[in-house]
T-cell receptor, first 114, second 113 residues
């Protein structure tokens, strides 16, 4: 069965510092991995995805994520955090052979302090 | 280009009442989805429609029905609302295929008393 774990409910970081939001996954086949961001009272917005190829993927707003197959991880990173990055972040996985079902993690709330 | 729209934004129901949540997308996407979001549980898939004319159960389909009215519209119906269905409901769409990201509507906040 597919699953996604986001081990931290909340991440706190100072503005200008690097940030990491962690995600590990489990699928039976090869994974398609996604990160989404949710601002208060809004729907989720797509940030980036890993499908195949380079393990480091770059996305919107300066975010990037590294796919690590051996550790089954897909951590979200940004070199320099902004206060406006404060939001709820969701990691999601699809099994390449599993059709249309996407499994979302529980979410990690990011607080960036000025 | 409005993307994905949902109506209503808020709704309060009494136990046993019924209602339909509406969703429409203007991106010519093939696939559409209904999720519910509960605190600490992320998003859980209720139903999805891989293409016009097809619908399939997701992770938590009990108590819900769906209709893919046409390529643009995908509605979610609660026949007899229960307090356990208090949640925020999101509709999403995607081009199709498992490699494609989803685009989400703004959500409907439903309270069942």
């Amino acid at each position: 069965a597919q699953s996604v774990a986001q081990p931290e409910d909340q991440v706190n970081v100072a503005e200008g510092n690097p940030l990491t939001v962690k995600c590990t996954y489990s699928v039976s086949g090869n994974p398609y991995l996604f990160w989404y961001v949710q601002y208060p009272n809004r729907g989720l917005q797509f940030l980036l995805k890993y499908i195949t190829g380079d393990n480091l993927v770059k996305g919107s707003y300066g975010f990037e994520a590294e796919f690590n197959k051996s550790q089954t991880s897909f951590h979200l990173k940004k070199p320099s955090a902004l206060v406006s990055d404060s939001a709820l972040y969701f990691c999601a996985v699809r099994d390449m052979n599993g059709g249309f079902k996407t499994i979302f993690g529980a979410g990690t709330r990011l607080f960036v302090k000025a | 280009n409005a993307g994905v729209t949902q109506t209503p934004k808020f709704q309060v129901l009494k136990t046993g009442q019924s209602m339909t949540l509406q969703c429409a997308q203007d991106m010519n996407h093939n696939s559409m989805y209904w999720y519910r979001q509960d605190p600490g549980m992320g998003l859980r898939l209720i139903y999805y429609s891989a293409s016009e004319g097809t619908t399939d159960k997701g992770e938590v389909p009990n108590g819900y029905n769906v209709s893919r009215l046409n390529k643009r519209e995908f509605s979610l119906r609660l026949e007899s609302a229960a307090p356990s269905q208090t949640s925020v409901y999101f509709c999403a769409s995607s081009t199709g295929g498992s490699a494609y990201e989803q685009y989400f509507g703004p959500g409907t906040r439903l309270t069942v008393t």
